[in-house]
């Protein structure tokens, strides 16, 4: 046998013995690589798991019905039936005596005030909204469903422990007594949370609602959507194809790959020294908040529209200036078409994140409580993020639901805003 022979022998055997290591290793890594997807879906599941359970309850808000005689005498004592009169008129004192003639026997001030205490702060309102839609109820008696407090809300959720100790919760033991006739009676009832999609933010959980931080996530996106986008498009645009190649566009090019890397609280730094200390923008505005957005999703935007123009094939460019175009009708009506549904997936990938975003506006004043609905990008205002934020950091019991319930939102227009650009790259992604 000749020495080459040897040496292939040789050589086969070192292979075969190798091969079933590696083939061993490669089916460890695989096994690796499933338990690493598998107990990161298990966590994910826990953690929306541990959010839907408590959004749940946030959705649904329990309400009282009171017999409520709406007296001529308390509604306008002057008579003079004007809305002002009925606007300043003490809807508490009709509260009370609703009260008062379910619970004859309460006659302690200390007493009346616990029952009281039942209803939330904003049970007045609904009468007065109510009066104010209909004033024909003056003089007349009516069922009314009134907000109840978030400890009667926590009451009928089945959060109020009842063996232990009565310093230890919020409710009295009379005051359970109280609410356990009202239930017999069927008088405590869980509804749909309408204020919760309708009203601004509360120092009462269950007046607390989203649409004010719903209004000022949308106009925040508004300016940064109107100010991101075309100049971005514009930048990824002139880089791509217009700008020379020179030290300046790579000094240009590395500097847009940093700032895509930049912690967001940065541009809230600058958002604080430049905007509001310098140009003296109205702190704690969708404008602000849009402009220090703008600036954080530009980098973003065109890098995405950079990479939709480099995936134009070059046959369409030579094809344009080949039969006579110039190079800015070859990039606008052949490249940059075809470039759109990218650039655009871009956009709203960045819009996305926008949405998300906490950090830097924290820092220009848009963690402030704002009660009010905003009309504009001028009124102080705040987002959606940062509402969650402040909810989390609230005591009630209450606010634990509605943050999870607020979380649940943001995340089903995170979600619609990602489903949205993947089908906007599948509808009119061409292939070549």
Known sequence: MSSIEIKSGRTHSIVISGLA??????????????????????????MF??????????FLQTEIALEVSFDPGVLDPEGT???????????NALLKKSLSLLFPNVVDRQQKKSLTG???SGAQFELRKAVMANPQLAGRTQTMWLPASDSTDMFAKGQVDRNVAESDRRLSDLQLQWLDKLKAEGRIEKRFNRTFFTAGDSREPELAGIWGALMGSMWTLVVTLCLSL????????YLEEFAPR?????????????????PSIVFGLLGLAVFINFFGMPRSSPLVGGVVLTLMTLPVI?????????SVPPSIREAALGIGASNMQTVFHHVLPLAIPGMLTGAIIGMARALGESAPLLMIGMVAFIVDIPNGITEPSTVLPVQIYLWSDSPERGFVERTSAAILVLLAFLILMNGTAVYLRKRFERRW
């Open 21 to 46: 290591r590696r083939r061993a290793a490669e089916r460890r890594f695989r096994f690796y690589g499933f338990a690493s997807i598998f107990v990161g879906l298990v966590f994910l599941v826990l």
């Open 49 to 58: 798991g541990n959010i839907v359970l408590h959004a749940g309850a946030a």
């Open 81 to 91: 039936h004007s809305s002002e009169a009925l606007v300043d008129a003490d809807y």
């Open 118 to 120: 039942l209803l939330s």
């Open 230 to 237: 075309p100049i971005g498009m514009a930048t990824a645009i």
């Open 246 to 262: 020179n030290a300046w566009t790579d000094i240009i090019e590395v500097n847009i790959n940093n700032l895509a890397a930049v």
């Open 302 to 310: 065109i890098i995405a529209g950079r990479s939709a123009l480099k």
